[in-house]
């Protein structure tokens, strides 16, 4: 890195344009590991204010509209959504494009390549991307997060030496695809994220309609959640599958099933299915296609084209034809 050194020593200095829940726990963990964080942006001055009281030392806050007041920072995280970044790269480009040369420009895009940054590169800045696999729903909690997490890079070389620096100053770990494979990759982080939480959402939903209400069905799920993914840190998926769809319980699945039409949610419904489909083709790996596995994938199937045939939806009928 060709960088002017912080006054904490050799690590370098950062500014972060977007004080969300994520660009602020990055804030925080790279401070703990002694690089200076010189400003925060957000879109309301207000917010990267708030931001920047979580920091150790007094930290520029701007508004996105002051960013032509960036310090001059050996390499600046872009941490805004997604859909943002590119018109964040404009900005800097046009802001900073007499000092670019020999800074960086990383962003944290889980689904877009460095290629987003072409009018920062076009300037004289080395690009690239650094997405923490980790899910952030709170600045501090997931400060302590990031240290020891996995991380997915790319970039131009230097940007790519900058991005493993950051990695391994947080003791973490990074790994890389090709560019034209970030959207895929980030369809599977999100696969076990954020879609596995709208799953646990449908399963407590399902106990809702058994009675309890919901802070205690998240209670009572919780701890299976918990052994299940410890199961997962020990086992390959197939053998960590457990309960009905591993045993081949065709009656249990069939009981589920009309269980799920009574209480009317297609997406209950829905995700059983196509969930219960990967589950059976879990299951064949160990035992092979066993009567109950095939039972099992009957129902599914008859299950589905009902689904799509037409489910009654809180008092409703909704038709797939």
Do not use: W
């Amino acid at each position: 890195m060709s960088q002017t050194k912080s006054s904490r020593g050799s690590k370098p200095t950062v500014s972060v344009v977007g004080s969300g829940r994520l660009g602020t726990a990055l804030a925080i963990a790279l401070e703990s590991s002694a690089y200076s964080i010189l400003a925060l942006v957000a879109r309301r001055p207000a917010r990267a204010r708030k931001a920047a009281t979580l920091l150790g030392r007094p930290t520029l806050a701007l508004g996105a509209n002051q960013i032509d007041k960036l310090p001059h920072s050996d390499f600046i995280l872009i941490t805004t959504p997604d859909d943002v970044i590119a018109e964040a790269a404009r900005q800097l480009a046009v802001s900073q494009k007499g000092g670019a040369r020999g800074r960086t420009v990383l962003h944290t895009s889980g689904a877009l390549s460095s290629a987003v940054l072409l009018p920062l590169s076009e300037t004289g800045f080395h690009v690239g991307s650094i997405h923490p696999l980790i899910a952030v729903s709170d600045p501090c909690t997931g400060a302590e997060a990031l240290r020891g997490a996995f991380y997915c890079i790319e970039g131009d070389n230097v940007a790519f030496r900058v991005a493993h620096s950051i990695v391994r100053d947080l003791k973490g770990e990074d790994f890389s695809v090709s560019s034209d494979m970030k959207a895929l990759y980030h369809a599977a982080a999100v696969m076990a994220s954020g879609h596995f939480v709208a799953q646990l959402d449908i399963a407590v939903e399902m106990l809702f309609a058994c009675g309890l209400n919901k802070a205690r069905a998240r209670e009572v799920l919780l701890p299976l959640v918990r052994s299940t993914v410890e199961n997962l840190s020990n086992h390959e998926p197939a053998r960590a599958l457990t309960g009905t769809f591993a045993r081949g319980d065709a009656a249990t699945v069939q009981r589920h099933l009309a269980a799920l039409r009574e209480l009317e949610s297609r997406d209950a419904l829905a995700a059983y299915i196509l969930l219960g489909r990967r589950s059976v083709k879990l299951a064949r790996t160990l035992s092979g296609d066993s009567t109950g596995l095939r039972t099992i994938a009957g129902s599914l199937n008859r299950a589905d084209r009902d689904l799509q045939g037409g489910i009654k939806v809180e008092g409703e009928m909704t038709l797939a034809e």
